[in-house]
């Protein structure tokens, strides 16, 4: 898909909209990625790893597809950029009309999610979609291949603090990303993070 390339330059436009965190509350993401143990968290302030909404969206053929969601990153500060390394997970949903408050509120439930995948037309598959950057800052996406066993499901939506309508989500999952033919599997995973405060 031509459009995802629009995900790297949104990257920088998450950074500059994400959410103030609550530093007593840690964010993270853990799994094994390809074989490996990954675990990024923001409890450690010395890693610069912070949690911000992420959004964006493709309009075309009478209809929005939306994706609204998480992503734990890495902020690199010699560099004064997002480090290569990190993940996005969000939920998409195709949209006949712009979609107000309400419905990104309704794209959120607990349970079970398939994986979606956006085709800007009445094709797309409504659901869960994993992006996850690796060292080189390649892009690995569920959206591109087969997920026939794959599993996504939201486990806790909450208050990040009572005095504030900033949420959080909480969900888990096993799934494969693919590059360019090739692919690579996500299995034991789990991700906490800052969503819309639309609530």
Known sequence: MNCKLFSLLFI??????????NKEEEYYFKGVVNGKTVHFTTLNVNDNYLSSTYEHSYSGSGGHDIYDGTSIQKYNSSQGSIDENHISVSI????TTLPVIEDIRSMYKIGGYPYGIAKQSSMTVNG??????????NLWSSEYGNQNGSTFSIIEIANIKA???????????NCKVYNSGN?????????????????
């Open 12 to 21: 920088a436009f998450i950074f500059l909209s994400c959410k103030k965190q």
């Open 128 to 137: 869960a979609v994993v992006e996850y950057f690796d060292e080189n800052g």
């Open 163 to 173: 005095d504030t309508e900033e949420k959080m989500m909480k969900a888990t999952f």
């Open 92 to 95: 998409l949903k195709r949209f």
């Open 183 to 199: 692919s690579i599997l996500i299995s034991g995973a789990e991700i906490k993070g800052v969503i819309i405060n639309k609530f």
